[in-house]
């Protein structure tokens, strides 16, 4: 019986600008047009403003907690620039800047970690899922959006964005499998900054890349530098392009690193090594591109100056817009789940004024009051 090979594959890696400030003119050349350059630069160092503001928020006690992008803000706005603005951007919790070029307003990402259930009413033309707390559902949402589209015959993709922890999760492999047996055309975007808090890359995966995890559900995949730009645009705009017109999915696979703590509940230095985050910051997507628009004459010191000034004044206003919104209706999340609400639902939404949910009927207008089992446990 001869052996024969039954598969072999390669996985192309993309890198256009690289930290070194060297430029790749075949990939790179009017890939991104020079006034949208300095805008995406400009996206780039809002979003590093707001994730410093928002830690000092939190550690004055004004915000529950926060996770900062610090470090891999090229990938989600690579996305949201090479996408088309009524493709689905389904994002975990670190694609603030994505969601700030589509439109996402900066009070609505603070409200979310302020604990205000409004930060996550994104208007619904901006096609923004709210961030994802829990690891690895969104890449089954974003599926599932895709596959409506699809059914009702539009021309809109989804693209999801999730950590490489969250491909250790069914749930990822779920979503993969699902997305390339029925032809789903949804971006599976995997942000690999090489830790899920304090766990590893090379405990969630023995293989060298993650790309290479969707070779086994047989979908097209690539990993670029994901903190550069250019090469974050070129395979979003290319995976984009397959994806819309094949009906299939795609994976990429940015590489980047976390260069903040997990969130403001963690404390990063307790596990990594800090010649590791120093070498990760001369590869810091905001730092290249400065520098390569300074190369080409479409930056300096000034233009920096008053956009520092702009961006703190944006910031500043949107911290004024999240902390002066009006308090909600207490009775707020009882009103979005049904259509029409059960009885059960509708006793405790209107006894939420009264000492015990669905007692005290003095209080209580016109409420019919179910009779407890156990009156006992009545007071
Ligand atoms: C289902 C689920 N399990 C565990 C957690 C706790 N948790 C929050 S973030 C995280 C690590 C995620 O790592 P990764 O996917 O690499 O994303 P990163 O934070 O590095 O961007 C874990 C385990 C969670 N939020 N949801
Ligand atoms: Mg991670």
Not at 57 to 66: A, D, E, K, P, W
């Amino acid at each position: 019986m001869p052996i024969t090979k039954v598969f072999s594959t390669e996985i192309e890696r993309i890198s256009i600008l690289d930290e070194h400030g060297k430029f790749d003119e075949k990939l790179g050349k009017g890939l991104i047009p020079d006034k949208d350059l300095v805008k995406l630069y400009e996206a780039m160092v809002a979003c590093r403003h707001l994730d410093e503001v928002a830690f000092r928020l939190q550690r004055s006690g004004r915000m529950g907690t926060y996770p900062q992008n610090m470090g891999q803000e090229a990938n989600s706005l690579g996305a949201a620039y090479a996408l088309a603005n009524d493709d689905w951007l389904v994002p975990c919790y670190r694609e603030n800047c994505g969601l700030f070029w589509r439109g996402v307003p900066m009070e609505m990402v603070l409200l979310h970690w302020m604990g205000d259930e409004r930060g996550n009413a994104i208007p619904r033309e901006l096609f923004c899922t709210p961030l994802a707390i829990p690891i690895g559902t969104q890449m089954l949402h974003a599926t599932g959006l895709a596959w409506a589209a699809k059914y009702r015959g539009e021309k809109r993709i989804a693209c999801t964005f999730f950590g490489d922890g969250a491909t250790s999760e069914g749930d990822f492999h779920e979503a993969c499998n699902f997305a390339a047996n029925l032809d789903i055309p949804v971006i599976f975007f995997c942000q690999n900054n090489f830790w899920a808090i304090s766990v590893p890359g090379k405990i969630q995966c023995s293989a060298p890349t993650l790309a290479q995890r969707a070779v086994a559900y047989g979908m097209k995949t690539v990993q670029c530098d994901g903190n550069d730009l250019f090469a974050v645009v070129k395979c979003v705009r290319d995976a984009a392009e397959f994806t819309r017109s094949t009906g299939k999915p795609h994976f990429i696979e940015g590489v980047t690193y976390r260069l903040g703590d997990h969130t403001t509940a963690d404390d990063a230095r307790r596990y990594r090594d800090a010649a590791e985050v120093e070498m990760w910051k001369t590869r810091d997507p905001i730092t290249r591109l400065r520098a390569f628009m300074k190369e080409r004459k479409l930056w300096d010191d000034s233009k920096e100056g008053s956009l520092k000034e702009r961006v703190e004044k944006e910031v500043a206003a949107a911290v004024e817009r999240a902390e002066t919104i009006a308090a909600p209706n207490r009775t707020d999340f009882f009103d979005s789940m049904y259509a029409e609400i059960p009885e059960d639902l509708r006793l405790q939404r209107d006894s939420t004024q009264t000492h015990g949910l669905g007692e005290n009927p003095s209080q209580l207008d016109g409420v019919e009051v179910r009779k407890l089992d156990h009156p006992e446990h009545a007071h």
